[in-house]
């Protein structure tokens, strides 16, 4: 039988990658990117399937998590090509549930409450645009995540206004393979974030 152990890392690596990442565009007006934002909220959701064959049968487990970010606090400038956050920090709160195949047939379920909040962080990326609605890291931003994690490596987003939110949002799909005891593990990941600012007064 199989070890149903929920593979939460995904989910992780989305939040630290893009509460430390910004977003661009070049509009005017209310739609004008640079400036002065607070970083109101994130949400959040993945799936990670994890495949193998403990050389009879073929074991499946997939995990899938949906969360919105509470105690939210920072701040974005974004200049003409620098995004600079300070003082990022949220909490994630949310239950991972993971299904258990045996030869796709379904044979076990779990829940496993996770819960993980961000100390206040800052840091200082380079951007571009790409044309209205999307910018690009050059070089790509690699995010550690910790104990046991894989660094992502992000290279860009979309980005959105309504009034005078700014929505970004990023995706990131993965594929590995891990080899333990012999057995040759292949692991699916997909995540995505939708990030949220709000314009702060100008001064």
């Given at each position: ?103 796709n ?15 206040p ?11 209205t ?71």
């Amino acid at each position: 039988m199989k070890n149903a152990t929920p593979c939460l890392y995904t989910l992780i690596a989305i939040v630290l990658l893009v509460s430390c990442v910004r977003k661009n565009n070049n509009h005017s007006g209310d739609h004008e990117l640079t400036g002065d934002w607070s970083f109101t909220g994130m949400h959040l959701k993945t799936v990670n399937t994890v495949t193998y064959s403990d050389g009879t049968d073929v074991l499946k487990t997939v995990t899938f998590s949906d969360a919105e970010t509470t105690d939210n606090g920072g701040s974005l400038h974004i200049s003409a090509d620098t995004l600079t956050g300070e003082g990022f920090t949220y909490t994630l709160k949310t239950t991972a549930r993971a299904y258990i195949y045996e030869n796709n047939k379904l044979t076990d379920s779990v829940r496993s409450p996770f819960q993980f909040t961000l100390p206040p962080a800052s840091s200082v990326v380079k951007y571009k645009r790409a044309g209205t609605d999307s910018i690009y890291f050059n070089p790509c931003l690699i995010t550690g995540v910790g104990k046991g994690m894989t660094p992502e490596c992000v290279t860009g987003a979309r980005i959105e206004f309504d009034k005078n939110r700014l929505m970004v949002s990023s995706s990131v799909t993965e594929t590995s393979t891990q080899k333990k005891k012999g057995i040759r593990y292949a692991i699916a990941n997909k995540s995505t974030a939708i990030i949220t600012f709000e314009r702060q007064a100008r001064k």
